[in-house]
């Protein structure tokens, strides 16, 4: 048997706990967050815990073969080295490398200094003052971004979150005050365009694409409202998307590629894990947003149920070195996953309550269900803040897949329960406004 411990508990975990279980000889072992109903009942053993001491010590008990992380949070503060002090192999960079997700300033630096491609206009901050004579001078729109972590719901873009230099100052302070991410922060030019989830696993030398997904960050159907993790994404049958040209694509490659070879250069330490570069292609061509040290959290309920390779021997592979393009395949088919969540998720979110999940009717439906934020007590599912399950729409095309996935959303019931019914379609729509946005003059 193979012994893997599986580190987190959200919608990506699950999914990442039933890749791992297609190969008949792994033996699950869970640290999750919160008790994820679908992780437990995959699992043999599973601890509710976010100590990673705790946590590293479970592996070394059960003796496991290898260790893969989930959330970004671990890796950042380095699990992947206090396992290593142990022997235990882990799927998920080390924290001398995964500070291209813990630090944006890092990240932005990285870029510059090896001439990646990709790069926007950049400031770095950690005063008022500085900031405060930035903006008032900066002709153009801006994005402001908190260096370090904050579950995705740290940045806040000229237009979309805030409309005045007045506002703009009022975040600055709070990120200062409150030490949000850091208290360091980015000011950037403002991208417009579309963005994509390009996500690749990698040994740290060689890199394997995984097909190309769109997330909608957004809380509220049409783009409106405040950012959050995530409320759902989709992915196309030719693993591109239809908004994208040749180009776009070879640059996010070339984005990546680079990225690989400078971190190891930056810091002596190979990137074993999954890398996701976080673009937007807009008139000029593609633009890195931000780099994750992980899988996407929905992407990865895209991807892994359509791979059909043995993940567990894609693992094997990154912890080899030995990573080639033979050992990835996924299906043709397309994918769209939509989340439910509590009402005001990502703003303020209503205390836990209960939800009824019909499993059976969601499995005979043909959609994958996969839990999230989740606790089960007793047999019965309460929410927490953050994302509740998620449904999973495969078919030979996308406007199937997301009915199929719109359709199960009817089998999770809760009082404050939502979900975005505009996820997977209208995409013709993204394609006009993106061939509009390249044929302006300039
Ligand atoms: P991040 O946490 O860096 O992925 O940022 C969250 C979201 O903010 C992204 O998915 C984008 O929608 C938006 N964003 C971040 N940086 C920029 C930028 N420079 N221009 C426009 N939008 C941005
Ligand atoms: N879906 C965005 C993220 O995982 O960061």
């Not at 640059?251 to 937007?280: H, P, W």
């Amino acid at each position: 048997m193979i012994k893997v411990l599986l580190i987190g508990s959200g919608g990506r975990e699950h999914a990442i706990a039933y890749a791992l279980k297609k190969n008949e000889n792994v033996k699950l072992y869970a640290a999750m967050f919160n008790k994820n109903p679908g992780i437990k009942k995959l699992s043999e053993k599973f601890i509710v815990e976010k100590d990673l001491n705790k946590i590293v010590e479970f592996a070394k008990k059960n003796n496991v073969d290898f260790v893969i992380v989930g959330p970004e949070d671990p890796l950042v503060h380095g699990v992947a080295n206090m396992l290593e002090k142990h022997n235990i192999p882990c799927v998920g960079p080390k924290k001398e490398v995964a500070i291209i997700e813990g630090e944006k300033i890092f990240a932005r630096r990285l870029m510059k200094k090896y001439n990646i491609p990709g790069l926007v206009e950049f400031k770095e901050f950690d005063n008022y003052e500085d900031a405060e004579r930035y903006i008032k001078n900066y002709k153009k729109e801006f994005a402001i971004k908190p260096s370090g972590l904050t579950g995705g719901k740290g940045v806040k873009v000229f237009g979309d979150h805030f409309n005045t230099i007045e506002e703009a100052l009022n975040y600055v302070k709070q990120i200062i005050e409150k030490k949000i991410g850091g208290g360091r922060f980015l000011i950037e030019e403002k991208i417009v365009g579309e963005e994509f989830s390009f996500q690749v696993f990698t040994d740290g030398k060689n890199f394997v694409e995984m097909p190309i997904v769109q997330d909608y960050k957004r809380a509220l159907e049409d783009d409106k409202g405040w950012n959050t993790g995530g409320m759902g994404s989709y992915s196309c049958e030719d693993h591109k998307l239809p908004f994208l040209e040749e180009k776009d694509i070879n640059t996010a490659r070339e984005i990546v590629r680079k990225t690989l070879e400078s971190l190891y250069k930056e810091t002596g330490v190979y990137y074993k894990g999954i890398l996701y570069a976080q673009c937007m292609a807009d008139r000029y061509g593609t633009k890195l947003i931000e780099f994750n040290c992980r899988f996407g959290d929905p992407e990865a309920m895209n991807v892994l149920p359509i791979l059909e390779s043995d993940f567990v021997e894609i693992c094997y592979k990154i912890l080899e070195g030995n990573l080639k393009k033979k050992h990835v395949k996924f299906e043709h088919k397309a994918t769209c996953c939509k989340y439910v969540a509590p009402i005001g998720y990502g703003l303020n979110p209503p205390k836990p309550f209960e939800v009824k999940v019909d499993e059976y009717s969601i499995e005979k439906s043909g959609a994958l269900l996969f839990y999230a934020s989740v606790n089960e007590e007793d047999g019965k599912i309460f929410t927490t803040t953050s994302r509740t399950a998620a449904l999973v729409g495969i078919a030979e095309n996308l406007n199937r897949a997301e009915q199929i996935a719109e359709n199960a959303t009817k089998y999770i019931v809760g009082e404050k329960l939502y979900h975005r019914r505009d996820i997977g379609k209208n995409i013709e729509k993204k394609v006009k406004r993106m061939k509009a946005l390249r044929s302006m003059d300039t």
